[in-house]
């Protein structure tokens, strides 16, 4: 194999590799975020404090919601993504 | 047994993040690694169109005047019109990428329909300065699905549209029915309950 070309493939490696790291953690931040927040306005998550509210109050708990978001992300869409990502980098390697 | 407008905002909010989620995502990847799996081709546009759907009952139960009527209105229908143009791509139904053209169109109708049915100023409460906020911020934005219907596979496109929806969430996620902004509520807004 010419040696450039195998440098130009590295390259194209480490550029996948940089997006299914970037891919990877787009849950991760999501859920950070999320605690960040619960943690700056601890007020906005009434479950810290049920007495009194209401189904809704009780229910609806966006610092939470974020977390739920950045999970779901992480473990639903993110690892068959991550997976496919790494399959069209092998057939793009082979062609 | 409604909720309050403030979490429906809220619910909404998180709607918009799941998008921008996606969105990023599939910016970050390229259209066919994300399409390779095809519930994920139909993930983000199906939700924009749920989203839609779910738009009738806010303009039904949470709207007191004619003008918000019309305004969450508008947004149920370019919300679903978005979301149906996007399903027809993917499952190959209509063949002309121009119909991208639909999202910038609901940026357009829904940025509008922010600034046209706030009827107060920006320092009035916080929900009003919010409903100018994502009014300017939409019809801004609306750039980028423009650049994105025209120029597919442009990261600053598809990356800036991805980013427009967790900013929408983020405006979102932080109004309120009642509440003061930067320090400004007009007397005549009431007094904030939270």
């Given amino acids: 194999m010419n040696a450039e070309l195998a440098s130009q493939l590295k390259a194209r490696t480490a550029h996948r590799t ?6 990877s953690a787009l849950g991760p931040l999501t859920i950070v975020a999320g605690l960040a927040w619960a943690f700056v306005q601890p007020y906005r998550i009434t479950l810290l404090h049920p007495r009194g509210q209401g189904f809704w109050w009780l229910f609806v708990e966006p610092p939470l919601w974020v977390v739920v ?3 779901l992300f992480a473990l639903g869409v993110a690892p068959g993504l991550i997976e496919d990502l790494a399959a069209e980098e092998a057939d793009a390697a082979a062609r | 047994m409604q909720p309050p407008a403030e979490h429906v905002h809220w619910m909404f909010a998180t709607g918009f993040l799941v998008l921008g989620l996606c969105l990023l995502a599939e910016a970050i990847v390229g259209p ?11 993930l983000w546009p199906g939700f924009a169109f749920g ?3 779910f738009m009738w009952p806010v303009m039904v139960f949470f709207t ?3 003008i918000h009527t019309l305004a969450h209105g508008a947004w149920a229908q370019v919300m679903m019109l978005a979301g149906g143009a996007e399903l027809g791509l993917v499952r190959g139904k209509l063949k002309s990428p121009l119909w991208r053209l639909c999202i910038a169109l609901a940026f357009l109708v829904s940025g509008t329909a922010f600034l046209i049915h706030e009827q107060n100023g920006w320092y009035f409460q916080r929900s009003a300065f919010l409903h100018h906020l994502i009014g300017w911020t939409m019809v801004t934005a609306t750039i980028f699905p ?10 600053v496109f598809e990356s800036g549209f991805a980013l ?6 983020v405006f979102l996620y932080c109004d309120r029915d009642l509440a003061p902004i930067f320090g400004h509520l007009s007397p005549l807004a009431g007094n904030p309950h939270r």
């Fill in chain 2, 64 to 66: 007191n005047s004619t």
């Fill in chain 2, 51 to 53: 989203m839609g759907i």
């Fill in chain 2, 32 to 42: 066919e690694v994300w399409g390779r799996r095809r519930w994920r081709a139909y």
């Fill in chain 1, 18 to 23: 940089a997006r299914a790291r970037a891919v």
């Fill in chain 2, 146 to 155: 423009l650049g994105r219907a025209l120029r597919r596979r442009s990261l």
């Fill in chain 2, 164 to 169: 427009t929806f967790v900013v929408l969430a």
């Fill in chain 1, 69 to 71: 978001v950045g999970i």
